[in-house]
Every structure is written in structure tokens, then in C-alpha cells.
């Protein structure tokens, strides 16, 4: 079913098309430069924080390199520092 269809509204549609592949494309480009507004702000956000750490050395009794953790009868987590000091003021 072959129908002719008059030139203008070929031209008509190829114009509307392109209006939509320019939008279109205009959109893309707002939403990349909208992605990296927000990734710089919030690494300019996150710099703004001192983040620091603190290392823990722990010295076990026996010269091994594991760290253990004991639990009390109460439930409270002993790492053995309490200990450790306990034995430095004893001596």
C-alpha cells in the first residue's frame, strides 16, 4: 500500500525531528554539567572535614601479633588495656 506523501509534511516532520534531537541533546548536556556541579560540591563538602585516625598498638603476653578481645561477666568488651596498666602500677 503505496501512498505518496506531499514533500511538506516530509519537510514538516524532519524539521520537528530535529527540534526534538536538539532538545534532546540540550537536555544530555545540562544533566552531565548538572552531575558535575554536584559531584565538585560535595568534594569541596567532604574536604571541609578533618578526618584523622588513631592507631592502637596492644601487647599481648605471649609476643604473638594477634589482638584479642575478651568479654567481661558484665558484657562490656575488655581489650586488655586495663590490665596492662593494672600490671605497670603493680610492678
Known amino acids: 500500500m503505496d501512498k505518496d506523501v506531499p514533500y511538506i509534511v516530509y ?8 527540534r526534538t534531537v536538539k532538545r534532546l541533546l540540550t537536555a544530555l548536556l545540562v544533566t552531565i554539567l548538572l ?3 554536584t559531584n565538585m560540591a560535595w568534594l569541596y563538602v567532604w574536604n571541609q572535614y578533618d578526618f ?5 598498638v596492644m601487647e599481648s603476653s605471649d609476643d604473638s601479633n594477634n589482638n584479642y578481645l575478651e568479654a567481661g561477666a558484665n558484657g562490656v568488651i575488655n581489650n586488655g588495656i586495663e590490665n596492662r596498666d593494672q600490671k605497670e602500677n603493680s610492678d
Do not use: F, L
Request: no cysteine; net charge negative.
Open 11 to 18: 519537510e514538516s516532520e524532519a524539521a520537528r525531528h530535529e
Open 35 to 37: 552531575m558535575v556541579g
Open 52 to 56: 584523622s585516625s588513631e592507631s592502637y
